[in-house]
């Protein structure tokens, strides 16, 4: 079925008939923030399954490069929007994506992909179908789902449980995401080159004209500038529990 893009989960979990509601978490922000490390460990810790939607659209990108269509063609990304199968383990444990059947998730990295990335996104052809895709999943969680992105709580999950939108200097993020650089390819890592790459990236995603990068209305900021990770997600833990107890 190589022309569909598939709502699939893999993570297969039973639930008792008198189990609580499954909980939906929204959680948004610029890049680096630390939107997949918070949202994987708050979901592992609450049995919860976990969707990195960056990682969708990374998909989407890196099936259009392979393909050879110009992803600055917004016309040509538009056509071909529904023709890869794209599947998307929710695991936290074991976060996984395919494209086509082939695991993506080395090659959805690369740098090539990241700097088409902003462009394929801003297609409404493109969101249309990962946006069906992502509700598709989330309403499939059995005992409920953190999902992290750019517009989850704006878009995709407006009616989400708890929604919290990440925040953090760009010195910090770039700091962060430098460490990663460095830890995965070792050498020197130009930290005002990785500020400037995030800055603009976020520029594109919050410009756009279709579910731009947003703070949802009734989201919760959390600036995680002087946090360490654990703090955040004890803090976005709290936060769910609060909700539940409210139900
Ligand atoms: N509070 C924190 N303090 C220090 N480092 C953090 C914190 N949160 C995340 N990190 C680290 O920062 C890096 C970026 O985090 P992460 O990938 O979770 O961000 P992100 O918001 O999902 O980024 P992107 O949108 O670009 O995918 C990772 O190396 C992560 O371990
Ligand atoms: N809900 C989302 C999630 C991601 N994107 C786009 C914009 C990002 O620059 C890109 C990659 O995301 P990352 O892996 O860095 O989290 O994907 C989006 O438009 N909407």
Not at 8 to 34: L, Y
Not at 69 to 88: L, Q
Not at 133 to 158: K, N
């Amino acid at each position: 079925m190589p022309d569909t893009v598939a709502a699939t989960s893999r993570q297969a979990t039973s639930v008792s008939p008198d189990a609580p509601a499954p909980v939906i978490v929204a959680i948004d922000g610029p890049s680096g923030t630390g939107k997949s490390s918070t949202s994987r460990a708050v979901a592992a810790k609450l049995g919860l399954n976990y969707l990195d939607t960056g990682a969708q659209y990374r998909a989407i990108t890196w099936w259009m490069l392979k393909h050879g269509i110009d992803v600055r063609d917004a016309a040509a990304v538009a056509a071909a929007a529904d023709r890869p199968e794209i599947v998307s383990g929710t695991d936290p444990a074991d976060p996984t994506i395919t494209v086509d059947g082939a695991d993506a998730s080395g090659p959805i990295r690369t740098q090539e992909v990241t700097d088409a990335v902003s462009a394929v996104s801003a297609v409404p052809e493109v969101r249309a179908r990962i946006t069906e895709l992502q509700r598709a999943i989330a309403a499939s969680a059995p005992t409920g789902i953190v999902v992290e992105g750019r517009d989850i709580g704006t878009t995709v999950l407006p009616d989400a449980d708890l929604k919290v939108f990440l925040t953090a200097s760009p010195e910090a993020r770039a700091a962060r995401r430098g460490g990663e650089l460095k830890g995965r390819e070792g050498g020197q890592v130009d930290l005002d080159a990785t500020r400037e790459a995030l800055l603009r990236r976020d520029a594109a995603d919050s410009t756009r004209k279709t579910s731009p990068l947003k703070k949802a209305d009734d989201a919760v900021e959390v600036d995680t500038t002087e946090l360490t990770l654990e703090q955040v997600v004890e803090c976005v833990v709290t936060l769910i529990e609060e909700k539940q107890q409210a139900r």
